[in-house]
């Protein structure tokens, strides 16, 4: 492995660690990037640049075998339950990024505008555009992105009615006027500025998006540099981290399954000193434009998260299983009364909010008349292995009591 430049430079003086970094750039494996960048209060300006490691390789053979097992095991699951973990890694998602980015919210708000958004209702609910940008990077639709203004669409979308009146971007599609990054510890310390004018940060949009559409470099590692230098040219005063994280996950549903594609902002945030470190670090004098720190967090970050998804799907799936063997050996049960209790059994797992159905709702799963429906939960009743509330409509759900 590769020792990080930045720790290199705490142990030697100005010339060692000069000639250690002439030494470095002239490794025949370095590969550089196609962007410059600025420490600030400096005046030099980096290449960015890495060195490929066996760490990192592995790193991506491990995100793809992993994105691959988390596929297979989605696959085993019921059509219902699959359906609600995608809606659940989607509302986690959003959380998530609003989470890191101070945004208050909570999960029953989103689920309130991810159902009418599923709807297909026209929503005036909080988060609605969010949520719909976030369903068609689930669409067949790709989102392609060609030019700024793609850019500044997105964060239009991500953002909406979320930005501070005066934190809008007042230039032709970015901002004006010059933007900081401040120390999280709450010091107050700037640790970054972001590039300016207007008309530089339209030219280094350009740049990003015409490398993300590149096809010369690995498809993991572009993700995770664009990550980065999107951060660092910090194109719009608020939002940035939500539209830089939207934007990465878009390229990695390209590239990966949905399911690793909405887990980026739950491992940024689960992870958030490691993240926001990497980007304190990357943007110092002291590591001279080398990515292989930001790159590592980025792919580990990732990596981390999808063991995390494994194990959740893999206990849903232990959950169906004994359920299915209790099921089939209730013999106060026909096939009828099993099916029912199937689908309350995915909703009672998978819900996002209350858990129960309805009689239209569980004839139309079925594809049963609703006379038919009631006539098995009426059955199911009699045996004591279902629990109803409220009324017009009354909800079904299945009772704890059949789990213990």
């Known amino acids: 492995m590769v020792r990080h430049l930045y720790k290199i430079f705490r142990e030697k003086d100005r010339a060692e660690f000069d000639n250690f970094f002439k030494e470095r750039q002239s490794y025949e494996s370095l590969v550089k990037f196609p962007f410059k960048i600025k420490p600030m209060d400096q005046p030099e300006h980096f290449s960015l640049y890495y060195i490929?490691?066996?760490h990192i390789t592995e790193l991506i053979v491990k995100i793809?075998?992993?994105?691959?097992?988390?596929?297979?095991?989605?696959?085993?699951?019921?059509?219902?339950?699959?359906?609600n973990l995608i809606m659940e890694l989607l509302v986690d998602e959003l959380h998530n990024t609003n989470d890191l980015e101070g945004v208050r919210?909570?999960?029953?708000?989103?689920?309130?505008?991810?159902?009418?958004v599923s709807l297909d209702k026209k929503s005036d609910l909080r988060f609605s555009s969010m949520v719909a940008t976030y369903f068609n990077l689930l669409s067949n639709e790709k989102i392609i992105?060609?030019?700024?203004?793609?850019?500044?669409?997105?964060?239009?979308?991500?953002?909406?009615?979320?930005?501070?009146?005066?934190?809008?971007?007042?230039?032709?599609?970015?901002?004006?006027?010059?933007?900081?990054?401040?120390?999280?510890?709450?010091?107050?310390?700037?640790i970054h500025r972001g590039i300016t004018p207007e008309d530089k940060i339209i030219e280094s949009i350009e740049q990003l998006i015409n490398f993300m559409n590149d096809g010369d470099f690995t498809a993991l590692i572009k993700i995770a540099v664009g990550h980065y230098y999107f951060g660092y040219i910090h194109p719009f005063y608020d939002g940035n981290g939500r539209t830089s994280r939207f934007i990465s996950s878009l390229y990695l549903n390209n590239e990966c399954s949905e399911l690793t594609a909405l887990s980026l902002s739950r491992g940024c945030n689960n992870f958030r000193n490691q993240y926001?470190?990497?980007?304190?670090?990357?943007?110092?004098?002291?590591n001279k434009g080398e990515m292989n720190n930001f790159i590592e967090n980025f792919l580990t970050i990732i990596s981390e998260t999808q063991e995390?998804?494994?194990?959740?799907?893999?206990?849903?799936?232990?959950?169906?299983d004994d359920l299915w063997e209790r099921?089939?050996?209730?013999?106060?049960?026909?096939?009828?009364c099993r099916k029912v209790m199937f689908i309350l059994a995915q909703n009672y797992y998978f819900a996002l909010d209350e858990k129960g159905l309805t009689v239209r709702e569980l004839a139309e799963i079925i594809e049963k008349s609703p006379q038919f429906i009631r006539s098995v939960l009426k059955e199911l009743d009699s045996f004591d292995v279902i629990s109803q509330r409220g009324e017009r409509p009354i909800i079904y759900s299945i009772s704890e009591k059949y789990f213990d």
Request: glycine share 2%; proline share 3%; net charge neutral.
């Open 308 to 320: 995390e998804m494994i194990l959740q799907v893999k206990e849903k799936i232990n959950l169906f």
């Open 105 to 116: 919210s909570t999960k029953e708000e989103i689920i309130r505008s991810a159902r009418e």
């Open 276 to 286: 926001l470190k990497s980007f304190e670090i990357t943007n110092s004098f002291a």
């Open 64 to 83: 793809y075998k992993q994105d691959n097992q988390l596929l297979k095991l989605s696959r085993a699951l019921p059509d219902i339950a699959k359906h």
């Open 52 to 54: 490929p490691t066996q």
């Open 145 to 190: 992105i060609n030019e700024p203004k793609d850019v500044r669409k997105i964060y239009d979308d991500i953002t909406k009615d979320e930005i501070e009146k005066q934190e809008i971007p007042d230039g032709k599609l970015f901002r004006v006027d010059a933007t900081y990054v401040y120390k999280k510890s709450g010091s107050g310390k700037i």
């Open 327 to 336: 099921l089939n050996s209730d013999e106060r049960l026909d096939e009828r």
